[in-house]
């Protein structure tokens, strides 16, 4: 089996490989050089595996394309994969998510955007179709914009249950759909927002990023702009898990892709302190869905550590495998659950997301 | 027919050509509309999807950026020469 990361950058997209125990690294790029890669997947349900990639060029705007080859070569459709229509009035800024859904859905890949929109493909990827349903929310008006945009940047299929989808967006907060997305209800009740006057509205919140336990899909672990939560009932309510954390702020939330409980953050100081806490490069583990955080730091470096870690910058594969990048460049990888890391990369432009899969 | 020159950066779109020639005039917006027909990744580098050039792409005609002529209603002679170019941005 070969490990692939790829690590979307504000430069590029950058790729990966690693074969057999993952102790050394191939790395290939940029591919498309002087793009913001924000988000990436790799697709491995049956069938060959493809590569997505939404990158957005400061001067040609935003696009998708696919790879069919492991990046090898690269195919962008001569019209734009994801694009509103025309009554909408609104034009994309770029694609902050791409996530293909469960195997019972071949084809199907969902989008998330800026501005704050759910877009769902049949063809793998090729072309996007918006969800009315969401644009169409009467919240909408009222979602706000954080520093990095307004975006639907979390997108969480149901692994056994095509109906059932989670989406989260800065700010605005959780949404749920029981049916496939034809509605959409809110799920932030414990979530609190302590930068709006109503510390616990319906809505509004800043969910920096959501993750689905694999092996316990009912149970969602948020990491909020301020806050640490658990789901237990597929997002309707939420109940603090920052305790045992050295901070509640951050941005990265992932989940084992198969073991029920395990889940890894990275936290920084506060808001208004975007720096490690105790500047110190960690990342954070628990293994018993948050009711206790071990710090994970044998490997990473030990001199005073500023850069933070994005988002979608942090990711889970098989076999252990833990992976994150940071924004000055540098790449980690776990082959052991996070107990242990060593570098993939250095000196790359400010990682924006990763993403693994062994194949 | 008008004379489009294409930037550096996006001759991969039209298979390496730094000019194109299109049966159309009136306005920045119908030149445009012609060149998506035959090279719709091309057009959508320059506009989005509401048809408003992107921030950072100028137009020129016939030396004269449109953003001070009418931007996409600018008008455009026939035979005069479109030159797109990214501006200066980025870091």
């Known amino acids: 089996m070969t490990t692939l990361l790829a690590i979307g950058t504000a430069k590029g997209l950058f790729l990966a490989t690693s074969d057999g125990g993952r102790s050394g690294w191939e790395v290939s790029g940029p591919h498309f050089p002087m793009t913001g890669v924000y988000a990436v997947a790799v697709d491995a349900r049956p069938g060959a595996p493809r590569l997505l990639a939404g990158m957005t060029s400061s001067h040609f705007g935003p696009s998708v394309a696919t790879s069919d080859d492991l990046g090898a070569s690269w195919d962008e459709p001569e019209q734009a994969p994801v694009a509103f229509p025309a009554d909408t009035g609104a034009t994309l800024g770029r694609v902050w998510q791409l996530v293909p859904a469960g195997p019972d859905e071949p084809g199907v890949v969902w989008a998330g955007t800026e501005p704050s929109a759910l877009f769902r493909s049949t063809d793998g990827g090729r072309s996007f179709t918006l969800v009315r349903s969401l644009w169409d929310h009467p919240h909408r008006e009222q979602w706000g914009a954080g520093f990095g945009g307004q975006a639907v940047h979390t997108v969480l299929p149901h692994p056994r249950d095509p109906q059932r989808i989670v989406v989260a967006m800065s700010t605005g907060g959780v949404y749920r759909s029981e049916d496939a997305g034809a509605s959409w209800l809110p799920g932030n009740t414990g979530i609190r927002a302590y930068f709006l006057p109503d510390e616990w509205p319906e809505f509004g919140q800043c969910v920096h990023k959501v993750a689905r336990d694999a092996g316990n899909p009912e149970r969602l672990y948020a990491q909020n702009h301020h806050g640490v939560y658990r789901s237990d009932d597929d997002g309707r309510t939420w109940t603090s898990i920052a305790a045992g954390l050295p901070s509640d702020f951050g941005f990265p939330m992932v989940a084992h892709p198969s073991r029920p409980g395990t889940v890894w953050t990275f936290p920084l100081i506060a808001d208004a302190q975007r720096f490690p806490v105790d500047h110190r490069c960690r990342v954070f583990r628990s293994a018993d869905a948050g009711g206790k955080w071990e710090p994970l730091s044998v490997g990473l470096p030990e001199q005073p550590f500023y850069p933070s870690v994005l988002r979608d910058a942090m990711c889970a594969g098989e076999g252990g495998g833990v992976y994150f990048g940071t924004r000055s460049g540098e790449v980690y990888a776990s082959r052991d659950d996070g107990d242990s890391w060593s570098p993939v990369a250095a000196h790359l432009p400010d990682v924006l997301c990763v993403r693994a899969a062994e194949i | ?91």
Do not use: K
């Open chain 2, 1 to 91: 027919m008008v004379t489009v020159l294409v930037p550096g950066p996006l001759r991969g779109e039209v298979g390496g050509a730094s000019r194109l020639t299109v049966e159309a005039a009136g306005s920045v917006g119908a030149v445009l509309d012609a060149l998506a027909v035959s090279w719709p990744r091309l057009a959508r580098r320059i506009r989005d999807e509401r048809g408003e050039l992107r921030r950072y792409v100028n137009v020129y005609v016939d030396g004269e950026d449109c953003r001070h002529t009418g931007g996409v209603a600018a008008p455009v002679a026939d035979g005069a020469e479109v030159r797109v170019l990214p501006s200066v941005a980025g870091g």
